[in-house]
Every structure is written in C-alpha cells, then in structure tokens.
C-alpha cells in the first residue's frame, strides 16, 4: 500500500510519501514515490506516484524521455501545471491501455500527486487519477492524498488553512503520515519530504529512514500528546443530559 500528501498554502507547497511497496505478505520491497523534476530558474515540480508499479514506473520512465529527446511536449516545456497535469495522465492512461492488452484480469491503474511552480505562474497541486483527469486543492481543501488516506485525514482537516506556516504545513504532513504508518502496517519508511517556498525556485528534500531519530520521537511525543488530550476531555457523565 502508499500514502502520499501534497499541501498547498500561501507560503507554499509540501509533498509527503512513504517507500512500502506488497506484493504479498512475504514480499515487501522499498521503492521512493516521489520524483523531482525542475529546471533552476524556471520550474521546480514534484510527482507522487501510487498505483500499480509497473504503471507508474513506466509514465515516469516517459517523463525523463520525453525531457531528455528534448520533445515539444514534456514537464520542461509545458506553460503551467495545469498542462503538466494534462500531460502525466495522457502517458498515464496509455500505460494502464498497453498492459491492459496483455493481461486483463490484473489492475493497472495508477494516481499521482503533481505540483510546484513555473514562472509566471502561482504554485499549484493536482491529483491525477487513474483515468488521466485531474483535481486541484481548494481553500476549504488545501491538500490531496493519494493510496491510503483515511488514517492521515483528520490532523490536515483540523490543522490546515492557506494561512498555514510552511514549517507547520510540514509536520502536519509528517504526523499524517505517522497516523497512517501506526494503523497500516503496508505503509512504512523511508519517508520522503519535500518542501517548496513560493517563489524561492528551489525544491528541498529530505528522507527519513526507519531508524531515524527525529522520526522515532515525532512518534513518541504523538502518541503521549494525544493520550494526555484524551485524558483531559470531559467524562461522559458530566455532559449535559436531555430529558427523555
């Protein structure tokens, strides 16, 4: 399984994904869902992939093609990420078509998180789904996941707001991931993070291994935060009653 998150907030954007890749229980492998592509002074973008391996590992495989044979079309010529979103799901769509042909009675369908900035252009994120059409954050919705989200959802749904600080913006994405690795054994490090500042042109990038320490006690002051809020909340027989 995968959980990836991108965040859009006034101060910029973050892309968050884990390296867990089952193909069975007794076949765990670690792959990096993330893929940089930028060209310094003029575009930094960010893919998370999630889906069937052999899918997204083919449309990223075009992707560098296309920039490297210097194609009209590609992530180094598009004009926005609207384009490049565009772009991913039309490779997106004729990869799960190909292996489709060859044997249908196995999914191939893949999803991807696209997003950073062109010049020109404010910063942006889209979600790309299996079918090749896409979706953009909103100011209600400043984030997008793909693969497993359901864990992850809560802390971005009470934390998040464009006016949200960047460094914020981060940890809310690390503890995201943190809840879902806790409930989800499929999803685990390394953990990958990268984070953009609006308008600076570059892309920072940082991986947390499993046996990284910061990541260890992100964990454990999580976990003893949320015990302590809990033991606080008012117990059931002090909450009003109504009469029946």
């Not at 079309?73 to 004009?79: E, F, G, P, R």
């Not at 503890?175 to 892309?203: C, F, H, Q, R």
Request: glycine letters at 6%; a negative charge; proline letters at 4%.
């Amino acid at each position: 399984m995968t959980y990836c998150v991108a965040i859009k907030v006034d101060a910029g954007l973050i892309f968050c994904s884990d390296s867990r890749t089952n193909a069975g229980v007794d076949q765990v492998s670690t792959y990096s869902k993330m893929y940089h592509f930028g060209i310094e002074g003029d575009r930094q973008i960010v893919i998370n992939s999630a889906g069937n391996l052999a899918t997204t590992q083919s449309v990223i495989a075009k992707i560098r093609k296309d920039i490297k044979d210097g194609a009209d079309i590609s992530l180094a010529t598009v004009d926005s990420i609207h384009d490049a979103a565009d772009y991913v799901g039309e490779i997106s769509v004729a990869i799960q078509e190909k292996h489709a042909q060859h044997n249908s009675n196995v999914s191939f369908e893949a999803s991807f998180l696209l997003g950073g900035q062109i010049t020109g252009e404010n910063p942006a994120v889209m979600m790309i789904y299996p079918q090749g059409n896409h979706i953009t954050t909103s100011k209600q919705t400043p984030y997008l996941q793909i693969g497993e989200s359901k864990y992850g959802k809560p802390i971005l749904d009470r934390i998040l707001k464009p006016e949200t600080g960047l460094d914020t913006a981060g940890l809310c994405a690390l503890v995201s991931m943190d809840s879902t690795m806790k409930s989800n054994l499929t999803v685990g490090p390394p953990i990958e993070l990268a984070t953009y500042a609006t308008n600076s042109g570059v892309m920072q990038h940082n991986l947390f291994e499993a046996d990284n320490e910061y990541l260890r006690e992100l964990t454990r002051y999580w976990d003893r935060l949320i015990v302590e809020a809990f033991l606080q909340l008012p117990p059931v027989n002090c909450l009003p009653k109504k009469d029946v």
